[in-house]
């Protein structure tokens, strides 16, 4: 089946500028997790739905960092007022249930801050 | 919160040989161990993970081994192809809590296998 797919695979933006990330997640998978990813370093965990809601967001590096899930399966990170020190790859991952199992990553949005 | 610490950050070997990658961590409750192997401008994928409750899994040329005690796991990749150069990475939930799936991860480790 179709695994998680991310959208834009790349996004250019000026500082100052909002954006949106778009994660699809696989079919049935209840769990959804958004983490970022520097060079040269592991991701690094942001927020986790389990379901249409946040239950862990304590990643979000400040409060120009949002994310929904307003139907339990399609979610948006959503950055405003963007700052050079954002620039990352945004990766998003799901789990069936939510516990200590497979997660599986899509491919990532590499995000360019100028 | 949780802490893993991955070794070495890159390795390279001979087409044949055998590689191992070590993660220590630091929260003792953790019981869930995953391996995720990442290729360049690719997402992470998982190639195998132990649970707690078991000291060693093997997968054909990719085994992983567990030290409770000592709060260590490691990879061992026998009989190491070019298609194995990748980024791997260690990983581990907290051990308590309400977000049992939020992953810590390892700096990531380097492998280059030489044909």
């Known amino acids: 089946g179709a695994g998680v797919s991310q959208t834009p695979s790349n996004k250019v933006t000026e500082k100052g500028k909002y954006v949106e990330l778009r994660c699809d997640p696989i079919s049935g998978h209840t769990a959804l997790y958004w983490y970022r990813q520097s060079l040269g370093q592991g991701p690094e965990f942001l927020i986790y739905?389990?379901?249409?809601?946040?239950?862990?967001d304590s990643g979000l590096p400040n409060d120009r960092f949002f994310a929904v899930r307003p139907e339990g399966s399609v979610s948006t990170l959503k950055i405003q007022r963007t700052e050079r020190g954002d620039s990352a790859v945004y990766l998003c991952?799901?789990?069936?249930?939510?516990?200590?199992?497979?997660?599986?990553f899509g491919p990532g949005t590499r995000l360019l801050v100028l | 919160g949780e802490n893993v610490e991955q070794h070495p950050s890159t390795l390279s070997v001979q087409e044949g040989d055998s590689a191992v990658i070590k993660c220590t961590y630091s929260?003792?409750?953790?019981?869930?161990f995953p391996w995720y192997k990442q290729e360049l401008g690719k997402g992470p994928q998982l190639i195998i993970d132990i649970r707690s409750n078991v000291g060693e899994k093997k997968d054909q040329r990719i085994a992983v081994t567990l030290n409770k005690t000592a709060k260590h796991f490691s990879l061992h990749i026998t009989e190491t192809q070019p298609e194995d150069s990748a980024v791997y990475f260690c990983?581990?939930?907290?051990?308590?809590?309400?977000?049992?799936?939020?992953?810590?991860f390892g700096q990531g480790t380097i492998l280059t296998v030489h044909p």
């Open positions: 739905f389990q379901g249409t809601g946040a239950a862990d």
């Open positions: 929260d003792s409750a953790s019981n869930y």
């Open positions: 991952a799901s789990s069936q249930f939510g516990g200590p199992e497979t997660q599986y």
């Open positions: 990983a581990a939930p907290p051990g308590e809590g309400t977000s049992y799936g939020k992953l810590t």
